[in-house]
């Protein structure tokens, strides 16, 4: 502004030289154009002082949306800490998990330079969290439609459902199904091995191993020289009574254990029949089997 009001007073001061007729044209001229240029400079000034106006209020609008960002971020640690305590219902092992992963992202929020990498790790983890509690919700309602459907066998006594190893797992005792040393299922095993293929059928998309086992008592025949041959042969023999029954081959696979997979000790006559057995398993598939990824 003090240049302009300089310009003005150089305009004014040319003014009254040329109406006094004391100066030339020339030097008239000189002075309008010394006036301008101060006049040009003024405004570049100007216009120098808006724009650092703007920049600054740019900036004041970026700190605030910073601290938004800020105030944001610590919303989502709330909520991720909430949805880590809803997961916690599936197991222990799960609920442990989540404890730790409750730490991790309590130490990432804490940690400026990582921030956003951390997070996406520890949401990608809780993710894996809920596939697998998915799953294993899926497994423990299989295993309840498939008890309430094999009740009445079960309350029998013609076979046992268990999980072992997070697989369901049909158990049906020797005794029912064949003679000492023979792997002919005998008629009522028969019976029984249809019934329990009728409810297999029902698992769509599902494959099913049958497994037989022994006890420790060697076997030594023409037939059955160890007691892998004979479990293997009663294995083949309930797999081709369930296919016989309905189910396709393409679900089914057979496997003998011998004496070597036992679920009690062979100590005595009735550990050692809990051993002799069938075990029909259903075979989990690929979906089911989620990795935890290790906090890092």
């Known amino acids: 502004m003090k240049h302009l009001k300089n310009s003005i007073a150089l305009v004014a001061l040319g003014l009254s030289i040329a109406s006094s007729a004391c100066v030339s044209k020339a030097t008239y001229q000189a002075s309008v154009a010394d006036a301008n240029a101060a006049h040009q400079d003024a405004a570049k000034k100007q216009a120098t002082i808006d724009e650092l106006r703007t920049r600054l209020a740019q900036t004041e609008k970026d700190v605030q ?17 909430q949805h880590l305590d809803e997961a ?10 989540l404890t730790r992963l409750g730490k991790d992202v309590d130490k990432v929020l804490a940690e400026k330079g990582s921030m956003a990498s951390e997070l996406r790790d520890a949401k990608a983890r809780l993710d894996e969290l809920r596939k697998a509690q998915a799953a294993a919700e899926s497994r423990a309602a299989l295993f309840k439609s498939v008890l309430e459907r094999l009740k009445k066998l079960v309350d029998a006594g013609d076979l046992k459902i268990a999980m072992r190893d997070g697989r369901l797992v049909i158990q049906l005792p020797n005794d029912i199904l064949f003679d000492s ?3 002919e299922v005998k ?35 023409t037939r059955y020289p160890s007691n892998w041959d004979l479990s293997t042969a009663r294995a083949v023999e309930v797999v081709k009574i369930l296919i016989a029954a309905g189910l396709r081959p393409q679900t089914l696979s057979a496997a003998g254990y011998g004496e070597f997979d036992p679920i009690a000790p062979n100590d005595g006559p009735a550990s050692r029949a809990k051993n002799r057995r069938i075990e029909i398993t259903l075979v989990p598939n690929l979906d089911e089997l989620y990795s935890i990824p290790e906090p890092k």
């Open 88 to 97: 916690t219902a599936m197991n222990q092992s799960l609920r442990d998990e």
């Open 65 to 81: 949306l910073r601290d938004q960002a800020v105030s944001a971020l610590r919303t989502d640690q709330h909520n991720l800490q």
């Open 181 to 183: 040393g023979s792997a």
């Open 187 to 221: 008629p009522a095993g028969r019976g029984t091995l249809k019934k329990v293929a009728d409810v297999l059928a029902t698992i769509k998309d599902r494959k099913f191993q049958v497994a037989g086992h022994t006890d420790d008592v060697p076997i030594a025949s």
